[in-house]
């Protein structure tokens, strides 16, 4: 049963980069039938998507955030990797990482999901 | 991009009863809709796909309809374990997006 487990700093400055990585078990992220993605939820607020990135390394940004996003894959380590520049109380959330149903280049749905991780950005 | 509105954003259901939660595209999304269900300090569980396919392992009680930008989330006689938050999810354009979820609490 493939499991996704969430890490990193709990608390960032603002305009600090915010690092977060998420570590894939019971099953490869190598699989060519997934995307890796992420998803954030701020305080009372809806779900954003906010990227996701191919085994191969080709990733995919949400284009509210591109230019401070870059998502990467460590296949050696099973892992994915969030980093977002410039943060600011904007960015306060619980971030989540996920793993996204692929096909014919399209992303579809969330299969599984890890339990989330809270960051806050504060001084 | 698309918004997914849903409605209500709070719903109060007796246990045992019938809960019906709506979700409506901006434009139209086909049957690329998604239902999960997110429970305090869990991770969100995929209940739909399709619009109306259950995923594995998910009960009976649960059933989503709808096409274009209407759609529906019914939860048939409401357990306990049932109450949660619901959102939904569209997967026809990038990037995805989601409704800005449903509370299914006890009456």
């Known amino acids: 049963q493939v499991q996704l487990q969430e890490s990193g700093p709990g608390l960032v400055k603002p305009s600090e980069t915010l690092s977060l990585t998420c570590t894939v078990s019971?099953?490869?992220?190598?699989?060519?039938?997934?995307?890796w993605g992420w998803i954030r939820q701020p305080p009372g607020q809806g779900l954003e998507w906010i990227g996701s990135i191919y085994y191969s390394g080709t990733p995919y940004y949400n284009p509210s955030l591109t230019g401070r996003l870059t998502i990467s894959v460590d296949t050696s380590k099973n892992q994915f990797s969030l980093k977002l520049t410039s943060v600011t109380a904007a960015d306060t959330a619980v971030y989540s990482c996920a793993r996204v149903l692929a096909g014919g280049g399209r992303h579809y749905y969330m299969d599984v999901w890890g339990k989330g991780a809270t960051v806050t950005v504060s001084s | 991009e698309i918004v997914m509105t849903q409605s209500p954003a709070t719903l109060s259901v007796s246990p045992g009863e019938r809960a019906t939660l709506f979700c409506r595209a901006s434009q139209s999304v086909s049957t690329n809709l998604a239902w999960y269900q997110q429970k305090p300090g869990q991770a969100p569980r995929l209940l739909i796909y399709?619009?109306?396919t259950r995923a594995t392992g998910i009960p009976a009680r649960f059933s989503g309809s709808g096409s274009g930008t209407e759609f529906t989330l019914t939860i048939n006689s409401l357990q306990s374990e049932d109450f949660a938050v619901y959102f939904c999810q569209q997967y026809t354009n990038w990037p995805l997006t989601f409704g800005g979820g449903t509370k299914v609490a006890i009456k």
């Open positions: 019971g099953g490869s992220i190598s699989s060519k039938n997934y995307y």
């Open positions: 399709g619009a109306s």
